[in-house]
């Protein structure tokens, strides 16, 4: 293969805290080895629409405590038509473009992957969103510090419920997965989680929420936005059609705050090596893959692998959060 002379970087999906540190890392180490990097405005749409702008050194000073992304991000209904994919690669040719870096989850790694084939060029996808569902990888950027962002959020909702005796019912993110939800509620001490991947017995629920109330003790329950019952609301409208008191439950929606905030250690470091890897392997030739992270290494993963995750792992946690639930 050539030489690459240039390649482009950009974010696609949703955000999540340490996407910054990951461009940080793929610009710096494309100028250490003495590539241009260019940073592509809005994802996919940037790409169709020619919003591209070269990334210096000074450029991705000073944001690898920054949440969000510089770049901006945002799904794309263009970019699965073939015609606007040929005018995003036009673009990309147009400024000598060789290669492209994707932060994202595994829809917008299909969609490069797609436009790897139609137009071969390199492409190299970095797995970034919180909900940590993406196969091939222990760890996808942003996951640890809305992990640690909802645990700050129910360690607060504890010290209300504590003292009013009450279940709150605590929804968090994690489209259709429980990933999140299973962590968070592992680390939190939660009582109960609920999540897609399992459909719970809301008999056994009901008596366990029963025994809480009499007791006039505290309790929390993770749900995820994806569950079956469809999320905290129709939970809580479940308990109260079984006739279950319902003055002295609440809910609380944590929504958007589990993606911002500054990224923690963990997302700092492990977005900065995931950002110099895929430079690297763009410098080895290597296409159409995803470097992610494994027993604490840097994997590469093929692309067409590196789909959503079907079950979550650490399920042996669901046995845990239940053994040491008092009631």
Do not use: W
Not at 210 to 239: C, F, N, W, Y
Request: neutral net charge; glycine residues 10%.
């Amino acid at each position: 293969m050539s030489k690459i002379q240039n390649i482009a970087v950009l974010t696609s999906g949703g955000d999540a805290p340490g996407m910054n540190a990951c461009i940080r890392a793929v610009a710096r180490a494309a100028i250490y080895h003495n590539i241009g990097v260019f940073g592509v405005v809005d994802g996919f749409n940037g790409l169709v629409e020619n919003r591209m702008k070269a990334l210096s050194y000074d450029e991705v000073s000073n944001i690898i405590q920054r949440g969000g992304t510089i770049l901006g991000t945002a799904r794309s209904e263009n970019f699965k038509l073939p015609e606007f994919r040929k005018r995003a690669y036009q673009n990309l040719k147009d400024r000598n473009i060789g290669a492209l870096v994707i932060i994202g989850g595994d829809g917008s790694f299909k969609g490069g992957q797609v436009f790897s084939h139609e137009h071969n060029i390199p492409v190299i996808g970095i797995p970034g969103t919180i909900d940590n569902d993406i196969n091939g990888t222990d760890y996808t950027i942003g996951f640890d510090t809305a992990l640690n962002t909802i645990i700050d959020a129910i360690d607060k909702i504890r010290d209300t419920a504590s003292s009013h005796h009450r279940l709150f019912l605590v929804e968090v993110m994690g489209n259709n997965s429980g990933i999140l939800a299973l962590n968070a509620a592992a680390a939190s001490g939660a009582e109960e989680v609920f999540m897609p991947e399992r459909k719970e017995d809301l008999d056994e629920f009901e008596e366990k929420v029963r025994r809480a109330l009499i007791a006039k003790k505290s309790s929390i329950v993770v749900v995820a936005e994806g569950d079956a019952l469809g999320g905290a609301k129709e939970l809580l409208t479940e308990l109260k059609s079984r006739g279950v008191e319902s003055d002295r439950m609440r809910i609380a929606i944590l929504g958007h705050m589990q993606r911002g905030g500054a990224p923690t250690f963990l997302d700092r470091l492990q977005s900065t090596r995931l950002g110099e890897a895929a430079v690297v392997a763009l410098l080895k030739g290597e296409q159409n893959i995803m470097v992610g992270i494994a027993n604490g290494n840097v994997v590469k993963v093929d692309l067409d692998d590196a789909q959503t995750k079907s079950i979550p792992k650490n399920m042996q946690y669901l046995k845990l959060i239940r053994k040491l639930s008092v009631y």
